[in-house]
């Protein structure tokens, strides 16, 4: 290495040293705390306690603003403007009404159906089916098996129940 090539790096380093001297420098001397990992250059807001204070204080004020705003409205109005408090009475249909608006609708139903038959017209109803005769099925080719020829029924010999033994002429005359 050349003697030169030396000199040259080690005033890098020391311009290098300088610019970081110079940074910590300057943010020591307003306050603001250095964060070593950002690399971004943008600073992370702090505020003072002065600041934190108007601030707080800003705030109180607008939400004494809507509290006050919300108490001048009196509770008979607040109880009327809501939708629960008075409903409406559900209307009814009366009777005769009813009767009326079946009357009309039968009354359109029959017209259409009127005009349903007019397009339709009278062939239709005069025209009369006749059944037609189907063609006998044919059988199948397979020929069926045929059934086993019932066996008559058994009939079942009854057991003879045991006899009751009767006294012989030889025990009765023992006894």
Do not use: Y
């Not at 603001?32 to 992370?44: A, E, F, H």
């Not at 702090?46 to 004494?64: D, M």
């Not at 199948?140 to 045991?162: E, G, L, S």
């Amino acid at each position: 290495m050349n003697i030169s090539e030396i000199v040259a790096q080690i005033d890098g380093e020391i311009a290098r040293l300088q610019q970081a001297r110079a940074l910590l420098a300057g943010l020591g001397t307003r306050g603001g705390s250095v964060s070593v990992g950002s690399t971004n250059g943008r600073r992370k807001g702090v505020l003072s306690a002065a600041s934190r204070e108007r601030i707080a204080a800003a705030q109180r004020k607008r939400w004494a603003a809507t509290k006050r705003a919300v108490k001048a409205v009196p509770v008979k109005a607040a109880k009327e403007a809501t939708p629960q408090a008075k409903k409406p009475a559900k209307r009814r249909m009366s009777a005769a009404a009813r009767k009326r608006i079946a009357a009309a609708q039968k009354k359109r139903w029959a017209a259409v159906k009127a005009e349903k038959a007019k397009k339709a017209g009278p062939a239709k109803k005069a025209v009369k089916k006749t059944p037609t005769k189907k063609a006998p099925a044919k059988k199948a080719t397979a020929k069926p098996k045929k059934a086993a020829p019932k066996k008559a029924p058994v009939a079942k010999a009854k057991k003879a129940a045991p006899e009751k033994a009767t006294p012989t002429a030889t025990e009765g005359a023992t006894s």
